[in-house]
């Protein structure tokens, strides 16, 4: 019996992918002249592109759920998940048609069409294809940029206070004068008293003996 742990994780991210998608700008009717300059300004951004891997994304770690709980079944379990992916492709339509009812409520007529003609233009399509590099290479600038301020203020800022906070100059120390913290010279340690050598015994008496 092959286990479906993980599934119902992956059912769910799909859920709220179209709830974000279908929730809000289904909601509100749009006109068919609307959905027609929205659907052209948006092939003109091609911002709809990134979409285009959601579905093998979730299949792809569908498969890999699914295949490392049932190892045994992983040719099964890979086949079976792209079939289905593959009878589910065709909704890629509704959110496509989601995202012309999104723009289409937040611009007019005549700005989406100002949008699509920009785009398909040679500038427009230089704009999206060399405008993520050139942003990047700005934020750089502005890096470094903000850096270099960031010094000059603090130098600048430094040397302008200088001449408002005056700091009082120590009192020069007198080269004759003992230092404050010197400490005063040690005694000479005293020398221990000789010892003293005891007195000498007196000498026995000596005895006169007489002669016969």
Request: glycine share 4%.
């Amino acid at each position: 019996m092959i286990k479906i742990t993980g599934l119902g994780r992956f059912a769910a991210a799909t859920i709220v992918l179209s709830g974000l998608a279908f929730g809000s700008a289904s909601a509100q009717d749009v006109t068919d002249e609307q959905i027609k300059a929205a659907r052209a300004a948006i092939n003109a951004l091609g911002i709809t592109n990134q979409f285009d891997a959601i579905l093998p994304n979730l299949a792809e770690q569908l498969k890999s759920t699914m295949i490392q709980a049932n190892p045994n079944f992983g040719d099964q379990i890979a086949a079976t998940v792209d079939q289905q992916a593959l009878a589910l492709a065709p909704r890629r339509a509704d959110l496509e048609r989601e995202a012309a009812i999104t723009y289409a409520k937040a611009f007019s007529v005549d700005e989406l069409k100002a949008i699509s003609e920009f785009y398909t233009s040679d500038a427009g399509k230089k704009l999206l294809k060399d405008g993520p590099v050139a942003t990047r290479e700005l934020y750089k600038a502005a890096d470094i940029w903000s850096q270099g301020i960031s010094r000059d203020l603090a130098s600048q800022s430094n040397d302008a206070l200088a001449k408002i906070v005056k700091v009082p100059a120590a009192p020069p120390v007198a080269d004759d004068a003992p230092a404050a913290d010197a400490a005063p010279a040690a005694k000479p340690a005293a020398k221990p008293a000789a010892t003293a050598k005891p007195a000498a015994k007196p000498a026995a008496p000596k005895l006169t003996i007489p002669a016969n």
